[in-house]
């Protein structure tokens, strides 16, 4: 009684090779899409944050200036 534990054939594990290139490819095609979105994003908030920050510094040295000034 002889059984097969691991029978080759090549041109399966050549189907099988080739499909998990595809795969690997196109989830590295999407994980660069959701990084480059997640940079834009920490860009705008980044961007929106410094605005507003130096709208609001800008706002308390003219106060300042003002009160100081004789």
């Known amino acids: ?6 029978s080759y054939n090549p041109k399966q594990w050549m189907n ?3 499909l998990r290139a595809r795969t690997a490819s ?3 095609g999407g994980n660069l899409v959701e990084y480059a ?3 834009s994003l920490i860009v705008f908030v980044c961007i929106t944050a410094i605005g507003s920050v130096g709208s609001a510094t800008t706002d308390n040295m003219d ?3 003002s009160t100081l000034s004789p």
């Open 1 to 6: 009684m002889s059984a097969k534990l691991y």
């Open 26 to 28: 196109s989830e590295r």
């Open 63 to 65: 106060d300042l200036a």
């Open 37 to 39: 979105l997640l940079l």
């Open 16 to 18: 099988k090779l080739v």
